[in-house]
């Protein structure tokens, strides 16, 4: 809940599974605590045995389920052009399966410069050092984790599933209700 909103094909999504197996999964729930791996929150609904398999198909159902629904967020473009406006390259670290993020990122005409998938609070820490980043937005207190662990700013947006507080308690270094905000905040940081 970054850059796109993806909780209506989240919903879908689960709403199918939940039709295949018959198992009663809350999907209204789910979409309230985005953020963590799809396998976490299998471990809600599923026997730890049969979560590798569920997870498989709960993938093989989210083309067809998730990307259409699924919007940009007011600001996400605006915030990408930002970054390239003063000369930065833009790095997209989700714990999305990375073949869905990017589903979702051209159906929705966003290109970030480098896609990283399947990375998780302090595991994102990972990728943004790996690309030497100074900046990481993201929605969540594992968020704020991993872009401190790399040693990057953590610009965290309250439009996920974290409010203002849970992200300064965190740690964010700012905290912006959305994404609209990015580009004069980061206007003001690169003037320096």
Known sequence: MTLIDS??????TWRRLAAETGVAIDADLIVTRLG???????????????????????????????????TALPGAREALEAVRAAGGR???????HGPSAKLHLDHLGLAPDVLVGELWAEGKAEALTAHGAAVYVGDHVGDVRG??????RSVAVATGPCDESELAEAG?????????????????????
Do not use: C, N, S
């Open 7 to 12: 909780r209506p094909g989240i919903h879908a």
């Open 36 to 70: 963590p791996p799809l396998v976490q929150e299998m471990a809600y609904w599923f026997p730890e045995e049969e979560i590798p398999a569920m997870a498989e198909r709960y993938r093989a159902l989210y083309p067809d389920h998730a990307i259409e629904p699924t």
């Open 90 to 96: 833009t790095l997209v670290v989700t714990a999305k």
């Open 147 to 152: 872009a401190r662990m790399a040693g990057a």
């Open 172 to 192: 964010a270094d700012v905290v912006l209700p959305d994404l609209t905000a990015f580009p004069g905040w980061f206007a003001g940081l690169t003037r320096g």
